[in-house]
């Protein structure tokens, strides 16, 4: 009972503060860092599913404040829920829903999340950073996509796509650096 009382408070805090008293709220129910950078990997894998569900909320057991837990990462790194292509500026650097428009308009966290998001983007969302990843990811995988009987036809399909996600990264990171100014 005592945590539907206080996910209900946070939905009234998110909805419902006033702007002048919102950064300094929300800090009482948010793990506003973690969230900012769950904020950042949904952003550069453009996780369109990730900002209307695919995730779970969950309070922290030792600092009381919720988090996110991210799941269902099929519709990313430029394609759609049904595999077709999706545009690497398809979702905008903000993302798209209330809470995190809400914590964008607090400039702390505003220039926090544009930090997070020059150093993933120097560092960890590169073709450099990602090349290794993904080509050894494929290697493992390429086996047991001639065990399926429907993939396995496919399998042409399947090693182009090493390509196109590494085309992805690099269109996805021109885009958000030039976006980050919008931060500012």
């Given at each position: 009972?005592?945590?539907?009382?206080?996910?209900?408070?946070?939905?009234?805090?998110?909805?419902?503060?006033?702007?002048s008293?919102?950064?300094?709220?929300?800090?009482?129910?948010?793990?506003?860092?973690?969230?900012?950078?769950?904020?950042?990997?949904?952003v550069?894998?453009?996780?369109?599913?990730g900002?209307?569900?695919?995730?779970?909320?969950?309070?922290?057991?030792?600092?009381?404040?919720?988090?996110?837990?991210?799941?269902?990462?099929?519709?990313?790194?430029?394609?759609?829920?049904?595999?077709?292509?999706?545009?690497?500026?398809?979702?905008?650097?903000e993302?798209?829903?209330t809470?995190?428009?809400?914590?964008?308009?607090?400039?702390?966290?505003?220039?926090?999340y544009?930090?997070?998001?020059?150093?993933t983007?120097?560092?960890?969302?590169?073709?450099?950073?990602?090349?290794?990843?993904?080509?050894?990811l494929?290697?493992?995988?390429?086996?047991?996509?001639?065990?399926?009987?429907h993939?396995?036809?496919?399998?042409?399909?399947?090693?182009l796509?090493?390509?196109?996600?590494?085309?992805?990264?690099?269109?996805?990171?021109?885009?958000?650096?030039?976006?980050?100014?919008?931060?500012?």
């Amino acid at each position: 009972m005592e945590d539907n009382l206080h996910l209900e408070k946070l939905i009234k805090i998110v909805n419902a503060t006033p702007r002048s008293c919102f950064g300094e709220e929300i800090i009482k129910y948010i793990d506003v860092n973690k969230y900012l950078l769950w904020l950042c990997g949904v952003v550069c894998t453009q996780n369109c599913d990730g900002f209307i569900h695919n995730y779970a909320l969950h309070r922290n057991g030792k600092t009381r404040l919720y988090e996110m837990i991210p799941w269902d990462y099929d519709a990313t790194w430029g394609r759609n829920v049904y595999g077709g292509i999706m545009e690497y500026d398809y979702v905008p650097i903000e993302g798209y829903n209330t809470l995190s428009a809400r914590l964008l308009d607090v400039k702390e966290y505003r220039n926090q999340y544009r930090l997070i998001l020059e150093q993933t983007l120097e560092t960890t969302f590169t073709v450099a950073a990602l090349e290794p990843k993904i080509r050894d990811l494929y290697s493992y995988l390429t086996p047991y996509v001639f065990l399926d009987p429907h993939k396995k036809n496919l399998i042409d399909n399947f090693d182009l796509e090493p390509e196109f996600i590494l085309r992805f990264v690099a269109d996805r990171s021109r885009y958000l650096r030039n976006h980050l100014k919008d931060l500012l």
